[in-house]
């Protein structure tokens, strides 16, 4: 290569080295693009087409592990099958560490905007009105709330050279302006999900043998949704039922953030043994039983969250403002006024009305000649000819009509024959079939062995 091409290859790699570390200083930047010249022989030359390294960011993996201080001599030293991909990454990681230590981080406060930040950062507000326009991400950067956080890098002269922001809990928008103007990009974050198991022994109540395991708050709901079709995690749980549980522990940027989904677990309730396993069908995440049956069955056995039961079903009760014996056909559910009351099942709104007796009421017909009533509601939520869904607020409890407390009054008719709520057999979900269900069993079998594992190994210390 004759002087004069040599000279303009290493004006094209200023320029490259410029756009994307124009933060390093002239001597560095030489050095930079000396390095590029380098790999730029020992792959061949350096391609026009070739992407920013901002392009790249958050696709590629490195490969090489360097020491504190990469020389060109090193990068030569690379093997020619270590080149390509790997040279890229050697560009990423010295680029990397020029700007690792460069962020300004900014918390949002109270009241404040992302105007405000700018005008207090003395950034152009002309380049932020740039940046709000860009795509649909950007435009997001008008609803920021307080504790969000910006991380900005400036260039030499105190402008924005770069802005960060977590757009949600996988992706960072970065925001690199230069000479030819603004422009988005988004960068995936580290994202790391590690197993986890946890097991307990109930002595007063779900939430606190939960927490003696280490299990939070929002984990342990998420077992008693699991398990809520088939066990009354108010009124059937009993001293020394046990639960084991395989879950996920999610670590991002290298930190711990919060607890995943249970992966799979067993309930042995009153010592019944109930197991689901978490498994992707047709693109949906749902539990199923080792048989392959879906645990969420077709009716809820309670469609509400409920303090206390205050009178059961029973054709012979004595009522207590009438001051006769009238039968009490259904459950009456004690919760605080305002309390949502779920549709039980699907179905259709066949009532949704006011009178004296039942205040507020809601009647829903579900296929099977299967028909559900939601009494003395403070307020409706649903009309009359309406479809709902399975878990779909319908009404608030309170105490409307004939009441004396809030509470739900619910009653579940099978032919038009009351039946108690409690105790009446629920229909079943379809179970998988054929291939779908080798399907199952083959995925499910790793996480069912290691959680029988558990129990036996809990099982056998517990003998000891």
Do not use: C
């Amino acid at each position: 290569m004759n002087k004069h091409k040599t000279n303009k290859l290493f004006d094209r790699v200023s320029m490259t080295a410029g756009h994307w570390a124009p933060h390093l200083t002239r001597a560095r930047l030489a050095a930079f693009g000396v390095t590029l010249i380098a790999i730029g022989f020992a792959l061949g030359g350096i391609k026009r087409s070739e992407p920013p390294v901002e392009a790249k960011l958050a696709t590629q993996k490195m490969v090489l592990e360097l020491p504190e201080q990469a020389t060109a001599r090193e990068i030569l030293d690379i093997p020619d099958s270590q080149t390509g991909e790997s040279a890229q990454a050697v560009i990423e990681e010295i680029v990397e560490r020029e700007t690792r230590e460069n962020w300004e981080s900014v918390t949002v406060k109270s009241g404040q905007s992302l105007d405000r930040i700018f005008r207090d950062q003395q950034f152009s507000i002309g380049l932020l009105h740039q940046i709000l326009g860009l795509d649909d991400d950007t435009s997001r950067l008008t609803r920021i709330r307080p504790g969000d956080q910006f991380d900005f890098m400036r260039h030499a002269d105190g402008s924005l050279k770069r802005m960060r922001y977590a757009i949600d809990e996988e992706n960072y928008l970065l925001i690199d302006s230069g000479p030819e103007g603004a422009f988005a990009s988004r960068q995936l974050r580290e994202i790391f999900r590690e197993p986890a198991e946890a097991e307990g022994r109930i002595e007063s109540s779900l939430f606190l043998a939960a927490k003696a395991a280490g299990m939070s708050d929002a984990m342990t709901m998420q077992l008693a949704n699991i398990f809520g079709w088939d066990i009354d995690f108010v009124l059937d749980i009993r001293e020394g039922d046990r639960f084991f549980v395989l879950y996920e522990k999610v670590y991002r940027d290298g930190e711990y953030l919060r607890d995943g989904d249970i992966l799979a677990a067993t309930f042995i309730n009153q010592g019944e043994r109930y197991q689901a396993i978490l498994h992707q069908e047709d693109g949906v995440l749902a539990y199923y039983s080792p048989d392959g049956r879906p645990m969420k069955k077709a009716f809820l056995r309670a469609p509400l969250n409920f303090s206390y039961i205050s009178s059961n079903f029973n054709p012979k009760r004595f009522h207590p403002v009438l001051r006769r014996v009238k039968a009490h056909n259904g459950i009456d559910y004690r919760a605080p006024s305002g309390t949502p009351v779920y549709a039980a099942g699907q179905g259709r709104v066949i009532k949704s009305d006011y009178d004296k007796y039942n205040g507020h009421h809601v009647f829903i017909q579900h296929s099977g000649s299967i028909v559900t009533k939601y009494l003395h509601f403070t307020k409706r939520n649903v009309k009359q000819g309406q479809s709902v869904k399975q878990g779909q607020v319908i009404g608030y409890v309170g105490s409307t009509g004939m009441s004396t407390a809030p509470h739900l009054h619910y009653e579940f008719l099978v032919n038009g024959v009351h039946r108690n709520p409690r105790t009446v057999p629920l229909p079943k979900a379809e179970p998988l079939e054929g291939a779908t269900l080798a399907s199952f069993q083959t995925a499910a079998a790793p996480l069912q062995n290691r959680l029988n594992r558990l129990e036996s190994a809990s099982l056998y210390a517990a003998r000891e």
